[in-house]
């Protein structure tokens, strides 16, 4: 039976679980290919129940950007192949064609082709909407004010029903549409989302806040601002720190360490310059966040940081776990492209093994392309999310600790 979304928020409830999603454009299929597997064994252990859904087992889902477009549905209630099916149709339409040209004149996507996608799942559906089936998290950049913003639909949040005696919008008013479009509005790929936050006693809007990308914060992998939701006092959670009271999976949108020729770099026209910085930027907040989480706790498949510090097996500078947490991602290998025919063939890649074939550099190079909608692109992020999450779900992961205790034998 599913719980309610008081039974998922309250922290009486008994262990609490999140599920932290990235962002990464297109990439989130590959997320969904990991979330396949999840689903897949979690309904294995609900007795197979055809009505499991991820929204029954976790009590916070929570993204950035793209991850914010999945953490929504799922909230809803909808099962991971929905989403892929809305995934696999939004990735053609919406990428399938540049608008602009992303630096100076236009940004390259137009961002109604979105908004058109998303309306099919979260029609006019608001953060306050009863339909939510869990908590949710979602995480932008107010780009004028240089706030990082995350909207929860935790009732007792600050913001949650507006501020007494100002004019301040309600959190639980605000379309869920909207919210994700500010936070999947990635610069250069789309326009900033401009939305109302303020009103005066006729109820005409008197302040807009304009909104970018979550990743331009500190947000991009929310698994730490998740983390402080659940124990900071004033989110309102209130949940219990600790490995038998609080676990965590994350998943990123596979990895690749964004890289440049020094000689290239010095060359480009300052703005491109800016791009790959931001970028740059981006993925070293993303490993800081799964440097920090695995600090704080044991995971039972540690991922590797850097070549510093490895994969922190044994770590834990907390003493105790401060939950258990686990993320979930592949790395995007590369090889190089043969200047000769007679070159000798590379070994295969560490992602190549995974599913079983060798690729083309061209094909392994596109496959971190954030607005590459081609459907083979698609298809392969899937196969590949699918490999790289049968590497971490099995019997054992998520604990069985954390099952819901309707799957327990009596």
């Not at 993204?63 to 991971?80: D, E, F, K, P, R």
């Not at 780009?143 to 639909?153: A, E, L």
Request: hydrophobic share 40%; proline share 6%; glycine share 10%.
């Amino acid at each position: 039976m599913a719980r309610t979304l008081f039974e998922h928020l309250s922290p009486d409830t008994g262990p609490k679980r999140i599920l932290a999603l990235d962002g990464g454009g297109v990439k989130g299929i590959l997320t969904l290919g990991m979330l396949k597997v999840l689903e897949d064994e979690l309904r294995r252990r609900a007795n197979g129940a055809a009505a499991f859904r991820l929204s029954d087992y976790y009590d916070l889902i929570g993204g950035t950007s793209t991850g914010a477009i999945i953490s929504s549905a799922l909230a809803l209630g909808l099962n991971v192949d929905q989403v892929i099916e809305l995934y696999m149709r939004l990735g053609p339409e919406v990428f399938g064609r540049s608008a602009g040209d992303g630096l100076i004149l236009q940004s390259r996507f137009d961002a109604k082709k979105l908004k058109r996608a998303l309306q099919s799942v979260l029609a006019n559906k608001t953060l306050g909407s009863e339909e939510l089936k869990t908590g949710l998290a979602i995480h932008a950049k107010r780009i004028d004010t240089g706030s990082p913003w995350v909207v929860t639909n935790h009732p007792l949040g600050t913001y949650y029903e507006g501020v007494p005696e100002t004019g301040v919008f309600a959190n639980k008013l605000y379309r869920l549409t909207d919210l994700v479009l500010a936070s999947a509005a990635a610069p250069t790929f789309f326009d900033e989302m401009v939305i109302d936050v303020e009103f005066d006693e006729r109820r005409k809007p008197i302040q807009k806040g304009y909104f970018v990308d979550g990743a331009v914060s500190a947000n991009n992998n929310p698994s730490m601002q998740l983390f402080m939701l659940a124990l900071e006092p004033s989110y309102k959670f209130g949940w219990k720190a600790g490995a038998e009271n609080l676990m965590m999976t994350s998943c990123g949108t596979g990895a690749r360490r964004p890289t440049v020729e020094g000689r290239s770099f010095v060359g480009l026209p300052p703005g491109m310059r800016g791009v790959h910085s931001l970028r740059a930027m981006v993925y070293d907040t993303q490993i800081q966040g799964v440097m920090m989480m695995q600090a704080m706790s044991e995971p039972k498949r540690p991922w590797r940081v850097n070549s510093e510090i490895g994969e922190m097996r044994g770590t834990c500078i907390t003493g105790a776990p401060l939950l258990d947490y686990q993320r979930m991602d592949v790395m995007l290998d590369t090889k190089p492209k043969p200047k000769r025919r007679t070159d000798p063939t590379p070994p295969m890649t560490h992602l190549e093994r995974l599913i079983g074939r060798e690729l083309d550099a061209e094909t392994l190079n596109a496959l971190d392309l954030m607005a590459n909608g081609k459907p083979s692109n698609m298809e392969l992020l899937f196969e590949v999310g699918q490999a790289a999450g049968r590497t971490f779900v099995d019997a054992s992961y998520p604990d069985p600790k954390f099952d819901l205790m309707e799957w327990r034998a009596p």
